[in-house]
């Protein structure tokens, strides 16, 4: 449980997400969606309730978790009066990313800002901002995925990187992904739940689900 | 893969100094408004005053006191205005890192400023012998950085999540530094000018050690909540 103030941003929430599981959640603004995901990514506390992350308990042993856990929202994270290579040669220490420079090229070259490197960010569109922080969000390997509102921005070329990235989760790793998108949410994701005024109103498997039969029932939840 | 913090310091600090070469807005702010203010202060005393030498300790602890507001104001503007900290918030950095980096930074931006406002203080306060005692203002003056530092970090840190930040800081930080500005211009005086009483310097020194252990101690039992929720 999470609030602020008199309202209760994030109340009563039972999810688990198993290893190579990945779950979408949708909900209108004000939901409590990105409440859950920060209070997933060791941003928040919750108020009352109990929390474990990659076998982690919250809030004690935040500082393990967050080795573990890739963050990415809306915004890419990185500095942009930093290049590339700086900002991920400044993520790749703080996470103690083994052989940095080998695996900065990695990622930058799965990104397609390989050539780009030495750029300050500041010169990028947002769309290659966005796709650097998808490269600061592979950079240490994590085993959870926090994923808020993740494609808002992308270019085309990260969009589709995005989604195999989320395809490569199922049997790998986990993922929790916060969107508006109902259709891409079913499309990419194992599980969707539907979260309205901080509470999970629906939640269902995705295998054998229509896009646009579910968009009716969620527009009939969140009505 | 295990983080070291060494490491994770040492980045962190890289990337301040960094940003600051390639923006250069916070040194050179500090700069002009140190240096501004011992020209007025000079305009100020100079025609009244034949010699200023027993207020040159308070005015340039006045000064760097001002100016520190300035460098601790703009300590977390990059994090910031390009919406960064979530990113570091969320690597397994622990909180004193963050803290430690933060206070380097201040202490970085205070060297440069004081560089040039200590001869500065010579050339426009001080009757009598100064260059010989330049090294001895030096040393006062970093002791004093390495408090400010880590006070300025820890209420930086503190004024991050608040919507009044501007007036929040130095309503919090100025009325903290207090202490800290009394025992550095005595330091200062004590060897300024004509005045060599190493013995009362030796003591305003302690005194500033202690202050910055005090807020070290501080920070160290404060920190983790201050970026807790």
């Known amino acids: 449980m999470k609030g602020y103030g008199e309202r209760r941003a994030v109340d009563r929430v039972d999810l688990s997400v198993g290893e190579g599981e990945a779950l979408a959640v949708v909900g209108p603004n004000g939901a409590g969606k990105s409440t859950l995901l920060r209070m997933l990514a060791t941003l928040l506390r919750p108020e009352a309730g109990e929390l474990e992350v990659a076998g982690c308990r919250l809030p004690d042993e935040a500082g393990r978790a967050r080795g573990l856990i890739g963050y990415l929202t809306h915004d890419p994270l990185v500095y942009l009066d930093l290049t590339a290579w700086q900002n991920l040669e400044l993520f790749a220490d703080l996470y103690g990313v083994r052989e940095p420079s080998a695996r900065i090229e990695d990622v930058l070259d799965d990104v397609g800002l390989l050539s780009r490197a030495f750029e300050p960010v500041r010169a990028f569109s947002h769309g290659m901002a966005q796709r650097l922080g998808l490269a600061r969000l592979m950079l240490h390997r994590p085993v959870v995925l926090l994923l808020d509102e993740p494609h808002s921005g992308l270019d085309a070329q990260g969009a589709a990187l995005l989604d195999r990235l989320l395809g490569e989760v199922r049997g790998t790793r986990a993922a929790v992904l916060v969107t508006h998108d109902v259709e891409r949410a079913v499309a990419v994701a194992d599980r969707v739940m539907v979260m309205r005024l901080g509470r999970v109103v629906e939640s269902v498997e995705t295998a054998g689900l229509d896009p646009a039969e579910f968009r009716a029932t969620y527009e009939a939840l969140v009505a | ?229």
Not at chain 2, 85 to 105: C, Q, T, Y
Not at chain 2, 158 to 185: M, S
Request: charged share 15%; with cysteine.
């Open chain 2, 1 to 229: 893969m295990k983080p070291r913090p060494l490491r994770q310091l040492r980045a962190l600090v890289l990337k301040d100094l960094r940003l600051e070469l390639r923006t250069r807005d916070t040194v050179i702010a500090m700069i002009l408004f140190a240096v501004l203010a011992m020209v007025l202060f000079q305009f100020g005393f100079g025609t009244r005053q034949s010699d200023l030498t027993k207020f040159a300790g308070g005015l340039l602890w006045v000064t760097l006191a001002f100016t520190a507001v300035l460098g601790v104001g703009r300590s977390y503007v990059a994090e910031r205005e390009q919406r960064v900290l979530d990113g570091l918030l969320v690597a397994p950095v622990p909180r004193m890192v963050l803290l430690v980096a933060k206070a380097i930074a201040i202490v970085g931006y205070l060297i440069a400023v004081e560089i040039l406002v200590v001869p500065l203080l010579g050339v426009f306060f001080i009757n009598g012998p100064f260059w010989s005692d330049i090294g001895w203002l030096f040393l006062s003056c970093l002791i004093a950085d390495v408090g400010i530092g880590i006070l300025g970090a820890l209420i930086a840190s503190l004024a991050l999540f608040t919507r009044a930040r501007e007036l929040l800081l130095p309503v919090l930080f100025l009325p903290l530094l207090v202490p800290l500005v009394i025992a550095a211009a005595g330091a200062t005086n004590a060897v300024a000018g004509s005045a060599h009483d190493l013995v009362q310097y030796r003591n305003y020194c302690l005194f500033l050690v202690g202050y910055a252990v005090l807020f070290g101690l501080v920070a160290y039992a404060t920190f983790e909540a201050v970026f807790d929720d």
